[in-house]
């Protein structure tokens, strides 16, 4: 079992950035892939980044690759998402996820936590 609480979300202006922390707990993390999904209303959700915890090596989707930035903290357990210039297209809830392999898909992720929601404004 892993346990998973984001935090961080807020409301911004265009152009503005936040960070979002994801606190881990459970099982040891070196055999996950976390990732970040997000969900706009109406929408399903979504791929925004994905880090394995071993290797480092991280994914991006197109719509955030230059903007955002996946990390992670061994000593707290805990996964980032730096956000810069964002857009209003950006609000969305965030989710924190895990599984055992890479995968942009959301039904492959059997662990998430309860979101955080980011609004960005014009």
């Known amino acids: 079992q892993v346990r998973l609480v984001e935090s961080g979300g807020g409301l911004v202006q265009a152009g503005g950035s936040l960070r979002l922390s994801c606190a881990a707990s459970?099982?040891?993390?070196?055999?996950?892939?976390m990732a970040w999904f997000r969900q706009g209303p109406g929408k399903e959700r979504e791929f925004v980044a994905a880090l394995s915890w071993s290797a480092g090596t991280t994914n991006y989707a197109d719509s955030v690759k230059g903007r955002f930035t996946i990390s992670r903290d061994n000593a707290k357990n805990t996964l980032y998402l730096q956000m810069n210039s964002l857009k209003p297209e950006d609000t969305a809830a965030y989710y924190c996820?895990?599984?055992?392999?890479?995968?942009?898909?959301?039904?492959?992720?059997?662990?998430w936590g309860q979101g955080t929601q980011v609004t960005v404004s014009s």
């Open positions: 459970g099982r040891t993390l070196s055999s996950y892939v």
């Open positions: 996820g895990a599984a055992r392999e890479y995968a942009r898909s959301s039904g492959l992720y059997p662990y």
